[in-house]
Every structure is written in C-alpha cells, then in structure tokens.
C-alpha cells in the first residue's frame, strides 16, 4: 500500500522532500517553471505541518561539481512561486549543511545543492543515503520523474527514515493506474516520436487494454515498413521490422491505426519545401516529417470520442512550423475530449502548454520515462520502497 501525507505525523519534525526541480536552464535562468508549480502544492503542504523543511532534487546530468547547474536559480524561483524564503545549502550533505538545517527560520525552505554533485547519488551510496537520512527525521518523495530510478536520494533515504509519498506523486500514480485498471471506454492511445523501441514495451503491454492505439511520429514509419508501404528515406530501425510486424500481424493488430497520409519533405531540414501524400504514394527520394490534414482528422475524431486518452509523443518534427500542424492538431482534440484525459512525455506536454491547453487536460504528467515504465508494467524502485516503508503514526 502507498503510503501518502495523510498518514504520517509531521509536527515538531524535520523533513525532507525530494522534489523533481530538474528545469531547462539557459543564461543562468530558469527556462520553463512547469515542474517547480507542480512540486508547490506538498512543499507548502510540509511547511504548513513540519517545523523544517529541506527540499532536494537533481539538476541535469551533471559529471561532478558544476556551477552551470547549481540548484541556486531554481531555489530562487522556487521561492518567488511559493511565496516563502529559500536559502541555499553548500552541498547536498555534511555538517555545513546540517547546521544551515538547523538554523533555517521558521517557514524557510531549505534547498540542498544538486543531489547529481555526488558521485554515489546515482548508485544509491549507502554512505551518501546514511548523510542525507541524517538531516531529518521525515521523508516526503514526490519525485515523479525519478521514481523509475533506484537513486540514494528516493530509495536510499526511503529505506531509513519514515517515508510517505507527497501530493504529486500520489496523483501521478493514481492517473497511470486509471489508465492501466480503468474501464473508461473507447479507450484511446496516442503514441509518437521518434524511435518505436523507446516504446515497444508500453505498445505491447496497453494494446490488449485499449480499444484503438494511434501512431504517428518518426516511429510510425518502422510499423509502416513492416505493413508493406515504401516509406521513401523516413527513419526506420531496421532492426525492429520484424518485431513490429509480428504485432501488426498479432490478435490485437488491428487496434493499431497508422497515418493515411504525411507531410513530406525532400530533406531533414526547417526550410526544406514540403508537401502533402498519401502513405501508398510515398516517394522514393522523400521522407516523412508530420502526419498529413486526413490523418490528423481520423486521429482527431478517434480521440474526441474516447471517454479516456492517453497521449505520448509528437506527431512529427514540431520544433519546426512547417511540421508543426499533426502535433497541434492532436493536442486540439486530446483537450476538446470529455473523457479522461492523460498526457505524458516532455514534448507532448510542451505542446499542450505551449498551446495553452493544459487546463484542458485532466493530467499533465510531471515524468516521462516513469509513466512509460508504470504502462510497460514495470515495478519503479522509487515506489516499491514507499509501499514497503512502515512509516510512524
């Protein structure tokens, strides 16, 4: 059983939070704020109940020591959205930090330093677990976007100290598992991207629960090879046409709808002309960047009348305008849906708030790769720990 902040007592306690503040950073500055809004509401929570509050979270994928990826402009606009004080730790562990912890002012956030500076944080050091379960007597995970990882920072210091998950973690589980158990119907998948082995465990695990899977992206063009179709110089992992031909070819193949037409271009480029074909006139000399306006339509309509949608991936390079049009046009439908609605990955969920549609959507994921593991029927380390902690009453 997952065991949530209502369960556990935090008063008159330290408590640390492992947040998911992993943000783009450009000049210094934080770029996009989705994740830190999304963390604010058991932050504040903890502070309301707790007599101290740390926050820890990673920042990139840092090789050690960065100051290009120091946590200290996430902390302050952490602060700025909270509307509380933050104060910068020196480190991730340590008596220096300790004694910041310890001298923090009531209501004040403390906010260590990039849990990647340490070298065992991805290893889950015991060692580094020991020093950071050492600075509180409580610990809150609401890293979602982590929870697939066994890290020091979740499953280390869950495996030491009473341990609950926060608020956003909870309701991302809560959203998958609908999605998994739910008997919403017609149930519909929207899958896209680049790759169909970043996702062929996903596709196989929720084709026998969905009533359709709609596929565009890059990796429609590996299924489309499999079915028989000349897809011209549009990527394709060869080594997948196999695997993917016996799913084509599988009892549940025929809940898989591929593009009727695509936006073609004579080269991989944002200037390059572009236009209109119907998958069986594909040319030779061309290659697919986005669905076409007749698949957009049967994708839209599919997804318009779903009572649940789940959505994952673009539909084609939507970086660019020229291809931009397949992405927005699912992103339209998925939020004009009354059903249950669930959109996950980096770039599906930067399509919808660039669009300014998530309040449209029921879920917006704060994780990626976690949700396509939770949808694969994975087990994740970060909650596995949590559902086994016994946390005091």
């Given amino acids: 059983m997952l065991r949530g902040l209502d369960s556990i007592d935090l008063r008159q306690r330290t408590v640390l939070i492992r947040s998911d503040l992993n943000v783009p950073i450009e000049d210094g500055s934080v770029a996009d704020s989705f994740r ?22 990673h920042l990139g994928r840092p090789s050690g020591w960065d100051p290009a990826l120091s946590m200290a402009p996430v902390a302050k606009v ?50 580094l677990a020991d020093g950071m379960a050492a600075l509180a007597d409580v610990f809150v995970d609401d890293a979602f976007g982590t929870a697939h990882r066994s890290h020091a920072s979740n499953v280390g210091v869950a495996m030491r100290l009473p341990s609950a998950a926060g608020r956003l973690l909870a309701s991302e589980i809560d959203a998958f598992q609908r999605l998994l158990v739910g008997d919403e119907r017609p149930y519909v998948v929207l899958m896209g991207g680049a790759k169909i082995s970043d996702k062929l465990g996903v596709v196989e695990n929720l084709l026998p629960k969905v009533d359709l899977m709609l596929i565009g992206g890059g990796m429609c063009f590996t299924l489309l090879r ?25 009892e549940y193949g025929d809940k898989i709808v591929l593009p009727r037409d695509i936006v073609v271009a004579e080269r991989f480029a944002e200037d390059a002309p572009s236009y209109v074909a119907p998958i069986s006139d ?15 339509a049967q994708f839209a309509g599919a997804v318009v009348e779903a009572e649940a949608v789940f959505w994952n991936g673009p539909m084609g390079v939507f970086e660019w305008e020229a291809f931009r049009a397949g992405t927005e046009g699912v ?3 998925v939020a004009a849906s009354d059903g249950y609605s669930v959109v996950g990955g980096g770039d599906s969920v930067a399509a919808i708030r660039a669009l300014g549609l998530q309040d449209q959507v029921s879920h917006v994921s704060s994780g990626g790769g976690a949700g396509l593991a939770l949808l694969e029927g994975a087990n994740l380390p970060g909650i596995d720990v949590l559902e086994r902690n016994e946390p005091d009453a």
């Fill in 36 to 57: 830190i809004g999304a963390s604010l509401a058991t932050i504040n929570e903890v502070r309301s109940r707790s007599t101290t509050t740390v926050v820890a979270s």
């Fill in 78 to 127: 952490l602060g700025e959205m909270g509307g509380f004080t933050t104060i910068m730790a020196p480190a991730v562990v340590g008596p220096d930090v300790a004694s910041v912890i310890e001298n923090a002012l009531p209501g004040a956030v403390v906010v260590l330093e990039n849990t990647r500076f340490e070298p065992g944080e991805t290893t889950n050091d015991p060692v």
């Fill in 226 to 250: 499999a079915a028989g179709f000349d897809v011209g110089e549009s990527l394709v992992e060869e080594s997948m046409l196999k695997t993917v031909g016996r799913l084509l070819e599988s």
């Fill in 282 to 296: 594909m040319p030779g000399s061309g290659l697919g960047l986005d669905i076409g306006p007749e698949t957009v």
């Fill in 331 to 333: 992103a339209d439908a």
